[in-house]
């Protein structure tokens, strides 16, 4: 993986802590819908629902973690399962809005390396890649994280994802802590702040917080 690219982030299903039981026929599902949702039903929940005799009913939310957190303090759950960033499934679980995984019922051998959770089952990963417009810059464009917070060496309006999860990380190799320590700053609540910080220091230069990439 080189500078340009963000650390894999895992996309991840959980089960609410107030699911329904497995025997149920009908399972509700809640993701970020469009091209995400559209994959994710031709690969996996589809073919699973198939080949169990169940029916898959849809939901679509642009933040789950936000809807998972109305549905369980609500005492109204309408999901079974809801698509979460592995950042936000770590969170959901400790605050006690999911039900753990059976590992008696999923073998934690199909789990990757380093992937098991309590609460969730990795199903995804991604990358945040950086880009610049070669008709201003050419092919001398930033080659690094703390390139593209620099502003003065590269003047112009930045883009980003609009979703903190995505920009913590990128943050800290723009403030110099190195690849691989960049999950152990980023645990500490100093880390933690150091990144928010990065981020608003870069936040009067980004035009854009685009959400279409995450569908």
């Known amino acids: 993986m080189n500078q340009h690219r ?16 497995a025997a149920q026929t ?3 599902i ?15 929940w589809g073919p699973a ?9 849809e939901e679509t939310t642009s933040d789950g973690l936000a809807a998972l957190k109305l549905q369980v303090q609500s005492g109204s759950v309408t999901s079974d399962i809801v698509h979460l960033g592995s950042g936000e499934g770590a969170s959901a679980g400790k605050d006690g809005l999911l039900t753990p995984i059976d590992y ?8 990757p ?33 703390a390139d593209f917070w620099d502003v003065k060496k590269y003047p112009g309006k930045r883009a980003m994802r ?24 980023l645990s500490t609540p100093e880390g933690l702040k150091r990144a928010i910080d990065k981020i608003a220091q870069l936040r ?6 685009s959400t279409s990439g995450e569908k």
Request: proline share 3%.
């Open 162 to 185: 609009a979703n903190a999860q995505a920009q913590l990380e990128i943050a800290l190799l723009a403030d110099g802590v190195a690849k691989g320590d960049v999950y152990k700053v």
């Open 113 to 145: 390396d380093g992937a098991a959770a309590k609460y969730c089952f990795p199903f995804d990963s991604y990358g945040t890649v950086l880009a610049w417009n070669t008709a201003t810059y050419g092919a001398n464009g930033p080659k690094s994280w």
């Open 26 to 28: 009908t399972i509700t």
């Open 49 to 57: 629902a198939a080949k169990l005799g169940y029916v898959v009913r």
């Open 6 to 21: 963000l650390g894999l982030t895992l996309g991840l299903i959980c089960g609410l802590a107030s699911t329904a039981a």
């Open 204 to 209: 009067p230069s980004v035009s854009v917080g």
């Open 104 to 111: 008696a019922v999923i073998d934690a051998k199909s789990v």
């Open 30 to 44: 809640s993701s970020a819908g469009g091209t995400v949702a559209e994959g994710l039903r031709t690969a996996e």
